[in-house]
């Protein structure tokens, strides 16, 4: 039996992947994989890439290593260069080092293991990796993402949630988030992979472990980040400590209020804001007030 470990969604967190690598190490694991984000929504990009590629973990390319070099490279507006909602986007891609830059600019949109029994790992899904699959995603839709590849299972990230879904046509298995998960488990999640052979169905043992969160909180004032990064990185915290997104409903709900995206109108957004809640069901509310 191959057992493989993906982990995903990193997003700056170093006690959450060193938590992570421990839980690795005691569970028999044949190859690990790194299904992108390692860096974004995080105060410690440089130390997550420098753990990744000091172990020779083949990783994909995120939508957030994208977002990164866009701002490293200045490949964004102008006005993202000035503009306060996008502080912690400019200080999360300058506290990256050049090595880490070099290394994150050479990562693959996907990967496909060494194992005998290859699965197709992205980041989102196999045309963009910015799209994310979940529990919300069709059948449909995803039977046309399986027939897309050569392989008869897909392993993403991207949604911070953990999804398993079994077709006609194959396996797709969302790991979930290593540092930053969005369905109330503020562990550090992963999943193991295995198969016993090329007739046996795919299987996901998805995990979560605990790490030092108040230990990473800390890191968001002693860096710098929660003070420079303005009110995105206050919303970026949020997000950790209660395991549910905040920055993108932040977002939306102020373009739909017509509001500027500042710490004054963040204190009515979380008096209206319910996290558990998806986001679907949260702009359906905004566009029909009275329903």
Same mark, same amino acid.
């Given at each position: 039996m191959n057992r493989i470990a993906i982990l995903a969604d990193i997003h700056g967190n170093a006690p959450a992947l060193d938590a992570i690598v421990e839980d690795i190490e005691g569970s028999n694991i044949d190859e690990v994989l790194v299904g992108g984000d390692l860096v974004g929504r995080g105060p410690q990009g440089t130390a997550v890439v420098e753990r990744v590629r000091a172990r020779g973990w083949p990783s994909v390319r995120g939508n957030h290593e994208d977002y990164a070099l866009n701002f490293i490279h200045k490949r964004v507006p102008d006005e993202w260069l000035e503009e306060d909602i996008w502080a912690a986007s400019r200080w999360m891609a300058n506290e990256l080092n050049a090595d880490a830059v070099e290394y994150i600019d050479a990562l693959p949109f996907s =990967? %496909? +293991? @060494?194992? *005998?029994l290859p699965f197709l790992l992205v980041h989102g899904s196999p045309i963009r990796n910015n799209d &994310?699959? &979940?529990?919300?995603? @069709? *059948?449909?839709?995803?039977? $046309? #993402?399986?027939? @897309?590849? #050569?392989? *008869? %299972?897909?392993v993403c990230g991207h949604t911070h949630r953990p999804h398993f879904r079994k077709l006609n046509a194959g396996v797709i298995v969302n790991v979930g988030s290593? &540092?930053? +998960? =969005?369905?109330g488990d503020w562990r550090a999640q992963y999943a193991i992979l295995h198969r016993d052979n090329a007739q046996s169905p795919w299987q996901a043992e998805f995990r979560q472990v605990e790490y030092d969160r108040e230990g990473f909180l800390d890191t968001y004032e002693s860096s710098g980040f929660l003070r420079e990064g303005l009110v995105t990185s206050y919303l970026l915290k949020l997000e950790v400590e209660t395991a549910r997104p905040h920055l993108v409903p =932040?977002?939306?709900? %102020? $373009?739909? $209020?017509?509001m500027e995206p500042t710490f004054a109108s963040m204190d009515v957004f979380l008096d209206w804001y319910d996290p558990t809640l998806p986001l679907k069901t949260l702009l359906e509310r905004l566009e029909n007030p009275g329903s």
């Open positions: =990967f %496909a +293991p @060494s194992v *005998d &994310g699959i &979940g529990p919300w995603t @069709s *059948d449909d839709k995803c039977e $046309q #993402h399986l027939e @897309s590849v #050569h392989e *008869d %299972a897909i290593v &540092g930053l +998960p =969005f369905n =932040f977002l939306r709900w %102020a $373009q739909n $209020q017509s």
